[in-house]
Nanobody, 121 residues
Framework: QAQLVESGGGLVQAGGSLRLSCAASGRTFSNYVMGWFRRAPGKDRELVACIGGSDTSTYYADSVRGRFTISRDNAKKTVYLQMNSLKPEDTAVYSC??????????????WGQGTQVTVSS
């Protein structure tokens, strides 16, 4: 079973940037799709970005497209989420997840604990 550990969250002013990291354990990191989810208070969990394993295709939610960038370093077993032009509505707990198949048809298997991102206005 993979373990996922997020880091990089914090408090930032609107318009600022943060980069989240998610370090994974396990031998076959490159085979898995990786996704970033967020959950804001009172809202459902939302998949904001996803990146394929071998093909590194990407998916972004409409709410973050053009502002967020997902990337991965398979040698470091780490996936990143670069968040630019942050808005107060981006405030949430961000979690990474590991999945089988593809970003269009993922089956998410493992989850990290999450990291808090707070954007002040």
């Amino acid at each position: 079973q993979a373990q996922l550990v997020e880091s990089g969250g914090g408090l930032v002013q609107a318009g600022g940037s943060l980069r989240l990291s998610c370090a994974a354990s396990g031998r076959t990191f490159s085979n898995y799709v990786m996704g970033w989810f967020r959950r804001a208070p009172g809202k459902d969990r939302e998949l904001v970005a996803c990146i394929g394993g071998s093909d590194t295709s990407t998916y972004y939610a409409d709410s973050v497209r053009g502002r967020f960038t997902i990337s991965r370093d398979n040698a470091k077993k780490t996936v990143y989420l670069q968040m630019n032009s942050l808005k107060p509505e981006d405030t949430a707990v961000y979690s990474c997840s590991q999945a089988k198949y593809t970003c269009t048809t993922p089956e998410f298997l493992y989850w990290g604990q999450g990291t808090q991102v707070t954007v002040s206005s």
